[in-house]
Structure formats: structure tokens, C-alpha cells
């Protein structure tokens, strides 16, 4: 088994595909969401299409989706639709892949849903780290670890079924990643790479 690509955005990679609005269903495992850079007024269709892929097998989590406190969208209509994301995912019982830039007070909130919650592309200090872990989050790291001495603190510290690691829409070979952190946790490569699919397995079964 190769390397999984916790969150990517190209169809050859192995792991979770981000899959496009209007996209249709790929041939392999896949995530379905509204990016918030994505809503639009039409967003209710658009989730409502969202709602439909995601009910296919290959659809392992809903996401990315989430909170974005940089881009021009209104921050109420970014909350309702996150919480709409976060009632599906209960209703059909599937992790959520987030995605949030400036606004994790915020998402601790939800740390109440019924489903795994992971933040992807973590690249933020380690007290944000620890108050996410302790709220029951996941964390999916990327390039960023590849050089960031602070990233890889946290990691060396973070339990390890908590972990992900993905290259996002970075153009880099996720067994770089996997050599860094297999050496930052002190353990053999194979290792980590069982873990990360069980780690998978595990907010599958748990969604
Ligand atoms: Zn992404």
C-alpha cells in the first residue's frame, strides 16, 4: 500500500482527492464540500449537489469546508454554511476535512459535533495546536513541516493517532513528508505508514 495523501488536489495521488464543485465522481476516494472561497449566492444548490456525491462510497470525509476569516465573505453566511457541512456529515456519518485561516477560537466551538473533526494544512503555533488536540480535533500537516522547526515540535509531541499528513495543492512528494516526520517520531517508515491508514480507518469507522 502506498502513502496516504490525507488531502490533495490531484487526481493521481493516493489518498483523499478534494473533489471540484461540479466535478463528477472520481475513481477513487474522494472529499466533498463547499470551500468557503467558493460560496456564492448560489450556495444552496451547490451544497445541495454536494450532499448528493457525498453519499457515494468513494466519499470518505465532507470538506474541505470550514472558516476563512481573510477573504471577502460574509462571516455569518461562512458560520451557517460550516454548521450546515457539520449536520450532514452527522446525518451520513463522515469525518470533516476544515479548513481554517484565522479563526480557530471559532472553530473550537464545533468541537461538540458527533463526527471526527481534522484541520488541514496545520501550520499555526503550539499552543493553538494543544487547544485543538485537547478539544478532540485531528491535525494534517503539510509541506510547511517539511521546514518549520515549531511544526515539527508539535509533532514530535502530538499523539500519533491524531496525525495526518497531505500535500494539499503543494507540488511535492508526500514520502518526503512521511521520511521527516517517520524521523521526527522516531519510528520506521512502514510504521507510519500502517499508522496513517489506520488513523483513516479509524475517523472512517467513528463519522
Ligand atoms: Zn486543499
Redesign the pocket.
Known amino acids: 500500500m502506498g502513502f496516504l495523501d490525507f488531502?490533495h488536489?490531484q487526481l493521481s495521488k493516493t489518498g483523499i482527492y478534494?473533489l471540484n464543485l461540479n466535478e463528477e465522481i472520481p475513481a477513487g476516494k474522494f472529499s466533498a464540500g463547499l470551500h468557503p472561497k467558493d460560496i456564492t449566492e448560489n450556495w444552496k444548490s451547490d451544497f445541495e449537489k454536494i450532499k448528493t456525491v457525498s453519499l457515494s462510497e468513494k466519499c470518505l470525509a465532507i470538506g474541505?469546508c470550514g472558516l476563512d476569516g481573510i477573504i471577502n465573505i460574509d462571516e455569518n453566511l461562512q458560520n451557517d454554511i460550516f454548521k450546515a457541512h457539520i449536520h450532514w456529515a452527522e446525518e451520513i456519518h463522515k469525518p470533516i476535512i476544515i479548513?481554517c485561516v484565522r479563526r480557530f477560537s471559532q472553530i473550537l466551538h464545533y468541537k461538540t459535533a458527533k463526527v471526527s473533526l481534522v484541520i488541514?494544512?496545520f501550520n499555526k503555533k503550539e499552543n493553538v495546536a494543544q487547544e485543538l488536540l485537547d478539544a478532540g480535533f485531528h491535525l494534517s500537516f503539510g509541506r510547511a513541516t517539511l521546514e518549520n522547526l515549531s511544526l515539527q515540535k508539535i509533532i514530535k509531541n502530538l499523539p500519533i493517532q491524531r496525525l495526518f499528513l497531505e500535500t494539499?495543492?503543494a507540488d511535492f512528494k508526500i514520502n518526503k513528508l512521511y521520511e521527516k516526520v517517520a524521523e521526527i517520531k522516531s519510528i520506521t517508515l512502514e510504521n507510519l505508514r500502517d499508522q496513517m491508514w489506520e488513523n483513516l480507518d479509524n475517523i472512517v469507522r467513528n463519522g
Do not use: S
Open positions: 488531502h488536489h478534494n474541505e479548513h488541514h494544512g494539499d495543492d
